[in-house]
């Protein structure tokens, strides 16, 4: 999270060994005496990549209320605790009740027993989550002056006069105050961040940037992009430029509004009395602020804004604002809501609310829906894990938008319901749902006994326990999935824990770093829920388990769940279902995007059926003579560590240990066993090193290599004022013209790296390394560099199919190559270390390698470089991950599994979900079915689809 800033740089051991004593700090209750500033990048690094430093740092400036402390209010506070804010309060006076435990995961039995209240019981498990976030526990009442403390207020569970008394004054001091509610299998969102919210971004996205060829001198000047590459911007947009010869005047322009002429081209108000146009340049987005004004509780109930949660329920808003409103009234002339599946208490609550709709509401409906407001009746006390999972997601995303200023809010009322998940028939007998002092009460009140007792007794299999995984194994042991004599959840994950793990895994804690996901994971899970039989497994899905994961053991199942994070596992485990004929549900999130896919056999389409388009390769050429952004110098860094850290001892091991390499290497096609075994020969002969000394000037030589010679090798054979045969100039839009550098002791980054190359080559024969730049400085200034002088006759590969005609030929003769090679035997014992590229260990070179790389190389280019966060992000393939997404996204899972548990077959009743919180968006869709192929046999029609399930129809 936060660390002091100092004033000089420090080491990566330096840092880490401050951060362990910040943290003892924190655990001792001496946060206060550490000054603030930094962010604890090892924690926080894939949440990083989701909300940005600035954003961060405003979290952590802001103070944070919390009120009710049921299954939602913990869901709440747990993910805002996990993001990292200044401070959380909670405030809970109730009683803890054996019903609670439906949903809300921090509680136990024995604080039942012992007379706790919600906000005393879970105070200390919640804290244990963040020990950079202080929680306490809040008792009295909810005053202005206590309220005035706070940044964001968020209420659950409360009566309708707390809340718009808190509400007045929210509103009032404009403070950012959020209400959160859930009834069963439906829930309620409201917000009001006051009347001046300003948004600094709207969307999350990078800013857009794309390459000009030219700009005409007009009173609408036209923008045209170089290389038919489309803008991606709309009207209203507006850009600068960068790096335009000839109308020097755009660059670092003021943002000018953008008008989208087509794909390709787009205007940008008057240029006329600019500079003519010459070539190059670079349009970039410059995302603008937006203000929004709230309105307060009160004002909104009569002119409410819905935020859509699903467009097919578009005509369930209006019911649904005013059945939540009257919900409170009803309680309050009741002292209690409305019975579980009464037929004769939603009598009741329907008279009584067309009755307040018509004389007394603010906001007036031409007609409800009696039968909505029934099954909304029904539901009114319960409380079920997934809902309060979903409807505290997106809360708590809400309190992070309104404390950072970081995406757009909810404006002003979000409702959803999930009345799918009803068995058919939309109705539970009252005298199965009635309460019976059991920890899943909140369950038996929509869906009744008989159906608890099933998910009792079901096996399922989770198939990863990291962010999903965890938030899946929460859900199903507070659902009582696997908690009967014959039920049973499987989990299983090859992985260990990591320190950046424990912002959003919140199974784990610190002391559980190193230790297996999956067995920590099931014991949290456990712990949760004494009941639930849970077997961990360490275990890789793969042809090579099948005997473990063998027939026996995916029939007894009634799910699976993929909680995995590569697209080869999951398509894996989908054969498997298909094969198997098991429902799998699927899901994935990205930053604040996440999708849900219900895959049941006979029915939908299998997760393989359809694929995302794959990644957009950056060409051969491109990556080898002519980068022209940040990705590319950066995948180019990438490309060299491997080349030089890994492929190499990777060979020379083989040569060294299989006495057949050599033979079949030499059967490969094209010029492969050419380079392998030159590979092989430079590593154990040529270039071995003796000393750390040797590593030294092999790094210096290799810097002068990649960065200086080649680069005039470069201009030799296309100098600055080349043109190429159309007469165009060759050093003009996506190519740009580099230059060379010239090696210093004194540029740092010059420095960086040749101390990670040198310690990297090192690494590599077990050689003994030094961080003392004095020691290696000394070295360096021995080392004498032959001047380089470029060669005539090179070629340099300007597009992709010369690069692959260039790389079939070889002018090395393999026969003699071979004979070069010694005998492995006279290397005795020796082996090289290959070493594996890790991106989280700031200590081992690895990164620093990458980003000193990869900036000496935008430098050659004149590309702005990367700082250290970006570059891991790039170069480490990072996928950014926040704790809200996950906990909405397994929500929405859970609500499909309802359904699966009820053996529902109608493809209409399930929904592949896709969400992304940041705009927020919201989308359902039915899921695609199962194709099925049409086959004429004799007088009958056999239509077959890859589940092998056969629809016989008999025709004439």
Request: charged residues 25%; hydrophobic residues 35%; aromatic residues 10%.
């Amino acid at each position: 999270m936060y660390e002091p800033t100092c004033g000089m740089s420090e080491s990566p051991c330096a840092k880490r060994a401050r951060l362990e004593e910040e943290r003892a700090a924190s655990q001792n209750g001496n946060m206060s005496e550490v000054q603030v500033q930094e962010i604890d990048e090892g924690l926080y690094s894939r949440q990083l990549y989701v909300l940005g430093h600035e954003a961060m740092r405003k979290m952590g400036a802001s103070n944070v209320l919390i009120c009710g402390m049921k299954g939602l209010g913990i869901e709440i506070a747990k993910n805002v605790v996990l993001s990292g804010v200044k401070s959380v309060t909670i405030h809970d006076t109730n009683k803890t009740t054996i019903g609670d435990l439906s949903a809300q995961f921090f509680l136990r039995e024995e604080d039942v027993q012992e007379g706790l209240t919600r906000a005393q019981a879970c105070q200390a498990r919640l804290a244990e989550l963040n020990s950079y976030v202080p929680v306490s526990c809040y008792d009295g009442m909810l005053s202005d002056d206590f309220v005035e403390q706070f940044d964001a207020i968020v209420m659950c569970d409360r009566s309708l006069a707390e809340v718009l008394s808190v509400s007045r004054y929210a509103h009032s001091r404009n403070k950012y105050f959020i209400v959160a509610e859930t009834r069963g299998l439906f829930g309620h969102i409201f917000c009001d961040f006051g009347s001046d919210f300003k948004v600094t971004d709207t969307n999350g996205e990078e800013p857009l940037s794309v390459m000009v060829s030219h700009v005409s001198r007009d009173k609408d000047g036209v923008v045209t992009c170089s290389d038919e590459t489309r803008h991606g911007l709309e009207s209203g947009d507006k850009v600068t430029f960068s790096e335009v010869e000839g109308m020097v005047e755009l660059n670092g322009c003021e943002p000018r509004e953008v008008k989208v002429l087509g794909p390709y081209t787009f205007s940008v108000g008057d240029t006329s009395d600019l500079s003519p146009y010459v070539r190059g340049g670079i349009a970039t987005q410059v995302k603008q602020p937006k203000i929004l004004s709230f309105k307060s509780m009160a004002d909104s109930h009569a002119d409410p804004e819905f935020v859509i949660s699903d467009f097919a329920k578009m005509d369930h808003l209006p019911t649904l604002h005013v059945a939540w409103a009257y919900v409170h009234h009803y309680e309050e002339a009741f002292k209690q809501p409305p019975r579980a599946n009464s037929d004769q208490d939603a009598d009741k609550y329907i008279e009584m609310t067309q009755k307040y709709v018509k004389e007394e509401s603010s906001y007036k409906v031409e007609e409800l829906d009696d039968k909505l407001l029934r099954q909304f009746s029904y539901n009114c006390a319960a409380e079920l894990a997934p809902m309060t999972a979903v409807i505290g997601g997106i809360a708590a995303q809400e309190v992070l938008k309104a404390v950072s200023g970081k995406f757009h809010p909810i404006k002003q009322h979000f409702y959803f319901d999930a009345l799918e998940c009803y068995p058919e028939g939309g109705k539970v007998d009252e005298s199965d749902s009635c309460p019976q002092q059991s920890r899943y009460d909140g369950q038996l009140a929509v869906f009744g006994a008989s159906y608890q007792k099933k998910l009792a007794d079901i096996k399922t299999f989770v198939v990863g326990s990291g962010a999903i995984g965890c938030e899946l194994l929460k859900n199903l042991s507070l659902m009582g999935v696997g908690c009967g004599l014959g039920g049973q959840v499987t989990v299983t994950d090859m992985d260990i824990i990591e320190k950046s793990n424990l912002n959003r895994q919140f199974l784990f804690r610190p002391w559980d770093v190193q230790k297996p996901k999956s067995a920590v994971a099931a014991k949290a899970a456990k712990d949760i829920n004494p009941l639930l039989n849970i077997v961990a497994q360490e275990n890789r899905v793969g042809p090579e388990t099948e005997s473990i994961y063998d027939d026996f053991f995916f029939e007894s199942l009634t799910c699976v769940f993929n909680a995995l994070d590569n697209v080869e596992a999951r398509t894996y485990m989908d054969r498997r279902c298909v094969y198997y004929k098991k429902p799998l549900l699927e899901s994935g999130t990205l930053g604040t995007k996440g999708n849900v896919q219900v895959v049941l056999p006979n029915v939908t389409e299998s997760y393989s059926s359809s694929q995302d388009p794959p990644e957009k390769s950056i060409p051969i050429c491109t990556l080898k003579n002519f980068p022209n952004a940040i990705e590319h110098t950066l995948q180019w860094a990438r490309d060299s560590f491997e080349g030089l850290f890994c492929q190499p001892g990777q060979n020379a091991n083989q040569f060294l240990t299989d006495p057949k390499f050599v033979e079949r290497t030499a059967k490969q096609q094209g010029v492969q066993p050419i380079e392998t075994l030159l590979s092989v020969k430079r590593a154990l002969v040529d270039g071995r090193p003796g000393s750390f000394e040797d590593c030294v000037v092999w790094a210096r030589k290799e810097f002068e290599d990649q960065f200086t010679n080649q680069i005039k090798q470069l201009l030799f054979n296309f100098p600055a004022d080349s043109v190429t045969s159309s007469g165009h100039p060759f050093w003009s839009g996506p190519k740009r013209c580099p230059q060379p550098s010239k090696f210093s002791v004194d540029e740092s980054m010059h420095m960086d790296y040749i101390v990670a190359a040198s310690n990297l080559r090192a690494e590599c024969y077990g050689i003994k390394g030094t961080r003392d730049r004095d020691v290696i400085k000394r070295v360096i200034e021995a080392v004498r560099v032959p001047e380089f002088v470029p060669k005539s006759g090179v070629r340099i590969a300007t597009t992709d199919a010369e690069a692959e005609a260039m790389g079939s030929q070889s002018d090395t003769d393999l026969s003699e190559l071979r004979k070069s090679l010694p005998d492995p035997k006279s290397f005795g014992g020796f082996r090289m270390v290959a070493i594996d590229f890790e991106k989280d260990d700031d200590t081992n070179f690895h990164m620093d390698y990458i980003v000193a790389a990869s900036n000496l190389r935008a430098s050659n280019y004149g590309i702005a470089p990367a700082d250290r966060h970006k570059s891991k992000l790039v170069a480490g393939k990072i996928i950014p991950a926040i704790a809200t997404t996950t906990s909405l996204i397994v929500g929405l899972v859970c609500l499909e599994f309802y359904k699966i548990v009820n053996g529902t077959q109608n493809i209409e009743v399930y929904k592949n979900g896709f969400i992304n919180l940041a705009l927020p968006f919201f989308g359902f869709s039915e899921p695609i079915a199962a194709p099925k192929q049409k086959v004429p046999y004799a007088y009958i029609l056999l239509f077959v689809n890859y589940y092998n399930s056969i629809d016989v129809r008999f025709y004439c």
